[in-house]
């Protein structure tokens, strides 16, 4: 059988636990017609990059399966119908990977460590963001309200 790798995005209003039911029926029917899935990942919340029917945001999962392409195109057929879906994706592929996908991967390297380490190391003595720069200090004790100004006659 062909393997495929399926993205599917569905509407930001509906909950994850939603998400993983529409999911769950998509499982469901590849592996009652003599499919297998390889992998199934949740990304989570995403931004999208133009909005798609009012929506800013969807919820992002990736399914690696095993299938023949009748159950395939029944399986799209499904996703193009429901509601709760905006858009998808099918790819056929050459081998069903098992390893986590570079999105996933990506979340594992970067943890909460590294990003207040970081939030840290820009902060300067007085917690503030850093030294001015070239602008100096401003000094906030002068009575004018700005540098050196030249007075009036």
Same mark, same amino acid.
């Given at each position: 059988?062909? #393997?495929?790798?399926?993205? *599917?995005?569905?509407?930001? =209003?509906?909950?994850?636990?939603?998400?993983?039911?529409?999911?769950?029926?998509?499982?469901?029917?590849?592996?009652?017609?003599?499919?297998?899935?390889?992998?199934?990942? !949740?990304?989570?919340?995403? #931004?999208?990059?133009?909005?798609?029917?009012? #929506?800013?945001?969807?919820?992002?999962?990736?399914?690696?399966? +095993?299938?023949?392409?009748?159950?395939?195109?029944?399986?799209?057929?499904?996703?193009? *119908?429901?509601? $709760?879906? *905006?858009? !998808? *994706?099918?790819?056929?592929?050459? +081998?069903?990977?098992?390893?986590?996908?570079?999105?996933?991967?990506?979340?594992?390297?970067?943890?909460?460590? $590294?990003?207040?380490?970081?939030?840290?190391? +820009?902060?300067?003595?007085? &917690? @503030?963001?850093? =030294?001015?720069? $070239?602008? @100096?200090?401003? &000094? @906030?004790?002068? @009575? =004018?309200?700005?540098?050196?100004?030249?007075?009036?006659?």
């Amino acid at each position: 059988m062909p #393997n495929y790798e399926v993205v *599917l995005i569905a509407r930001q =209003d509906v909950s994850a636990s939603q998400v993983e039911s529409i999911t769950d029926e998509i499982k469901a029917h590849i592996t009652g017609d003599g499919g297998t899935i390889a992998r199934h990942e !949740y990304w989570g919340l995403r #931004n999208l990059a133009y909005r798609i029917k009012k #929506n800013r945001k969807g919820h992002y999962v990736l399914l690696n399966i +095993d299938a023949k392409p009748e159950t395939l195109a029944e399986m799209e057929r499904r996703m193009r *119908l429901h509601d $709760d879906i *905006l858009r !998808y *994706l099918t790819v056929r592929t050459e +081998d069903l990977p098992e390893e986590p996908s570079i999105v996933m991967q990506r979340r594992e390297e970067r943890g909460r460590g $590294d990003r207040d380490r970081d939030r840290d190391r +820009d902060r300067g003595p007085r &917690g @503030g963001r850093g =030294d001015r720069g $070239d602008r @100096g200090d401003r &000094g @906030g004790d002068r @009575g =004018d309200r700005g540098g050196e100004r030249a007075e009036r006659s």
